[in-house]
């Protein structure tokens, strides 16, 4: 637990989240008006001695609201309503959140695009919001293909992402799609590295064309994928609490996130899926600030970190990097 005065600073910092999967991130309030009995106490994984067993046992409990809760506009509203407010009450003012193309299987036939004016509906006052179009290495298959074609188009959506458990290898229709979504000046991101070794996070990066890999902790590994995310100035969107509880780091204490940041190689962190992690953006800091090891200093460059790569006009940029370097000065 961090210090009282240490919580106080984490708090104070201005803060961007650049890693939030929204299906993750239920409320447990809502999770508890679905399955009140289920859900009558915080679930065991909230607990922070708690370790998945492994991904499936991660994707089980997932499974266990997912299909339920996401499945309108109306409930996605109710849920990134409550995720974004608490978001702006941990003084985080930037976030690029993903929304899961699998739902538009689940909606009838409500047009997908609903789903994206929902969200940005529930947007607070003081966030900006990037929003996000997530799926799978292999779901771009019949009806989600022409979905995925589509949606790369529209306003609401801002780029997006590969999710899941890094499997199977990046298929050709992913870098084809990812260059059409660049070429429309958008963003593309890929989760690699957590799971599978650093040669997936070199092809996230040469074959995929990423800038922006969701975790890549295999690549310290790998001096050549260390110099190659150099080389393209690629940002690392980390998630600490996460990686434990998945067991892909063995503790807190040894996360490698300063080992990158030593190394040059840019690195934010996030809350990956709150609802399944029971984390809060400011508990990334406070974890990292205590077992982590990392003096003040490293917190505010993370921060800084977020704001140097994310969507905003550069006066408002400069602005937020400016407060942050006053705090890492006191
Ligand atoms: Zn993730």
């Not at 029971?278 to 505010?300: F, I, K, P, Q, S």
Request: include cysteine.
């Amino acid at each position: 637990m961090p210090s009282p005065d240490l919580a106080a600073f984490v708090q104070r910092l201005p803060k961007t989240e650049t890693h939030l999967h929204l299906e993750g991130s239920l409320p447990l309030e809502l999770a508890r008006r679905m399955d009140p009995e289920y859900f009558a106490t915080p679930p065991a994984y909230w607990r922070p001695d708690f370790r998945f067993t492994d991904f499936a046992q991660f994707q089980e409990q997932f499974d266990r609201y997912f299909f339920k809760w996401f499945v309108s506009p109306e409930n996605y509203y109710e849920s990134c309503r409550r995720v974004m407010a608490d978001v702006v009450a941990q003084n985080g003012v930037y976030l690029e959140a993903s929304f899961h193309l699998g739902t538009a299987e689940r909606i009838g036939d409500v047009p997908f695009r609903e789903i994206a004016r929902a969200i940005h509906a529930a947007k607070p006052p003081g966030l900006e919001l990037r929003l996000f179009l997530g799926m799978f290495r292999d779901h771009y298959a019949g009806r989600l293909a022409k979905v995925v074609d589509e949606a790369i188009a529209w306003d609401e959506i801002a780029g997006v992402d590969l999710h899941g458990f890094e499997r199977p290898e990046f298929q050709p229709w992913s870098a084809d799609i990812w260059a059409k979504v660049r070429a429309l000046g958008k963003v593309t991101k890929a989760h690699a590295g957590e799971f599978m070794p650093a040669a997936d996070v070199r092809r996230a990066v040469e074959y995929l064309g990423v800038r922006r890999v969701q975790h890549g902790l295999s690549a310290l590994g790998d001096p050549a994928v260390m110099q190659l995310l150099r080389d393209n100035e690629v940002t690392l969107d980390m998630t600490p609490i996460s990686n434990v509880k998945l067991l892909a780091v063995p503790s807190m204490r040894e996360h490698p996130i300063k080992r990158f940041l030593d190394a040059g190689v840019r690195c934010t962190i996030s809350t990956d899926d709150p609802m399944l992690f029971g984390n809060r953006l400011n508990d990334e800091y406070g974890a990292l600030g205590t077992e982590g090891g990392l003096d003040r200093a490293t917190l505010v460059k993370i921060a800084q970190n977020g704001f140097a790569v994310a969507d905003l006009p550069a006066a408002v940029k400069a602005g937020y990097l400016r407060e942050l370097e006053a705090m890492g000065a006191e």
